[in-house]
């Protein structure tokens, strides 16, 4: 009798398991892409024309819904180059990249969820290779390293674009190179700095020097003002303005103004 009421438990815990193992979980952050063994009532295979949103997502139990991450990801790839002239660098490249959610069935016909191994990988270190041939050794450790990742960036874009596959940045780090090359990329940035220094220097006294002149210009102009401003009228003018003063002191009783015959004499008393 307890054998015939625990049936009905049993059948239902089947059931419930056989209910969840029809179904696939899409994560937060992920799309799927439904591939059908075989059915009587459609096509086999991948199925064209619908991407599967995040949440659960019921099927028959031997067909399959495959899960690709649509987030933003990274690869670190370390990869050794040789510069323009020959010199042997290795350098660590970051690729942010992620499918294209909208063709996710066409990357899981063709391609297959290894798409960065198959694809993304080999392509960067072809281009980065090639790319890298361009630059000397001091470019890629400092100056253009920048220029030197957006151009193996829109290489790469345009390569795996045919695979739907979407590069977000390419990034260059670490960057190692010869021994003998940093010492002397080095010793040539240390005499840039102090060539520029000495330029600023010389830029510098260069503009002491102009402002001395044109203080000096300055000063001879009002000179030249000055001097055609006083004329012997204007100096007899001014002596009687200090005689005159000098009569109405304290200590001045008689003051004679005009020091020729011709002039006449002007007398001035203080006791006037």
């Known amino acids: 009798m307890k054998k015939l009421n625990s049936l009905p438990v049993l059948m239902l815990v089947l059931l419930v398991f056989t209910m969840i193992g029809c179904g696939t979980q899409v994560p937060s952050g992920h799309r799927g892409v439904f591939y059908a063994k075989f059915s009587p009532f459609g096509e086999k295979g991948t199925e064209m024309g619908t991407i599967y949103d995040e949440g659960f997502n019921w099927h028959m139990p031997w067909n399959q819904i495959y899960v690709y991450r649509t987030q933003i990801q990274e690869r670190k790839e370390d990869l050794t180059v040789l510069s323009s002239d020959g010199a042997t660098i290795r350098m660590q490249v970051s690729i942010l990249y992620r499918p294209n959610a909208v063709f996710l069935d066409s990357l899981q016909k063709m391609v297959g969820e290894t798409y960065y191994s198959d694809i993304v990988a080999p392509n960067i270190r072809g281009i980065a290779r090639a790319v890298a041939g361009r630059y000397k050794p001091e470019e890629i450790y400092s100056t253009k390293r920048e220029e030197l990742a957006n151009a193996v960036r829109e290489e790469l874009t345009a390569e795996v674009a045919r695979r739907w596959i979407i590069i977000q ?60 401003g006083i004329t012997p009228s204007y100096l007899k003018w001014k002596g009687i303005e200090a005689t005159e003063h000098i009569a109405q002191s304290p200590n001045s009783k008689i003051v004679i103004v005009g020091n020729s015959s011709q002039e006449m004499p002007i007398i001035l008393s203080a006791d006037n």
């Open 169 to 228: 940045t390419v990034l260059i780090r670490d960057v190692q190179i010869p021994a003998k090359i940093s010492e002397a990329i080095n010793f040539k940035l240390a005499a840039d700095q102090e060539a520029q220094k000495m330029q600023f220097t010389i830029q510098k006294e260069r503009l002491e020097a102009e402002r001395k002149r044109i203080e000096a210009q300055g000063i001879a102009d009002f000179q030249k003002i000055v001097a055609a």
